[in-house]
């Protein structure tokens, strides 16, 4: 079985800091990792993906997460956070090998305070 | 290329009435799925088409829903009779390969009162 944790409910930064939002994985195989965020009012849009190569991927927004394989987490950062960040995100894996489908986190609420 | 459209938007309805939610995924992806996300919790999978065979239907949470993807187009969920506890937002996506990622649609909130 696979599963996703997003440890916070929500997370709090204000606008200009760096923000952090954590993302742990347990999956039998190499995963694929997905970060995908959800506006107010509005349907899940994909941000990026880790399918191999660089641990470091770089996605929508200015968006970019970390894969760290012995910590299994894919967390998902931002240099310098904009009010216009503040939005749901969620934190996806599926696991590489046989037939599986993505598994999602509980979502964690990023609110950037001006 | 258009994305993944799914409507309604918005439906409410009444205890025990049915609802049809209905599902275009993006032209040429024969990958179909279905997920609910209910109150707050993580976003939960129904069901996977693969063109109009259902691959997984594991996530179906009981017999008042069905799904169809008729000639592998578009795909409809149908709840009947609805509870409350059916209340959340149904999400669909498409994907053309099952790791390809998916690109999901906007989402059709459901709220049964």
């Known amino acids: 079985a696979q599963s996703v944790a997003q440890p916070e409910d929500q997370v709090n930064v204000a606008e200009g800091n760096p923000l952090t939002v954590k993302c742990t994985y347990s999956?039998?195989?190499?995963?694929?990792l997905f970060w995908y965020v959800q506006y107010p009012n509005r349907g899940l849009q994909f941000l990026l993906k880790?399918?191999?190569?660089?641990?470091l991927v770089k996605g929508s927004y200015g968006f970019e997460a970390e894969f760290n394989k012995s910590q299994t987490s894919f967390h998902l950062k931002k240099p310098s956070a904009l009010v216009s960040d503040s939005a749901l995100y969620f934190c996806a894996v599926l696991n590489s090998g046989g037939y599986q489908k993505v598994t999602f986190g509980t979502g964690t609420k990023l609110q950037v305070i001006p | 290329e258009a994305g993944v459209t799914q409507f309604p938007s918005h439906s409410v309805i009444e205890k025990g009435q049915t609802v049809t939610l209905r599902c275009d995924p993006i032209s040429g992806h024969d990958n179909l799925y279905w997920y609910r996300r209910v109150m707050g919790k993580e976003i939960k999978f129904l069901l996977h088409?693969?063109?109009?065979?259902?691959?997984?239907e594991s996530g179906m949470p009981n017999n008042r829903f069905l799904a169809e993807r008729t000639g592998g187009t578009y795909s409809t969920l149908k709840v009947q009779p609805a509870e409350l506890e059916d209340s959340g937002v149904y999400f669909c996506?498409?994907?053309?390969?099952?790791?390809?990622?998916?690109?999901f649609g906007s989402g059709t909130r459901l709220t049964v009162v």
């Open positions: 999956v039998s195989g190499n995963p694929y």
């Open positions: 088409f693969v063109k109009e065979s259902k691959q997984d």
């Open positions: 996506a498409s994907s053309e390969f099952d790791r390809a990622g998916y690109t």
């Open positions: 880790y399918i191999t190569g660089d641990n």
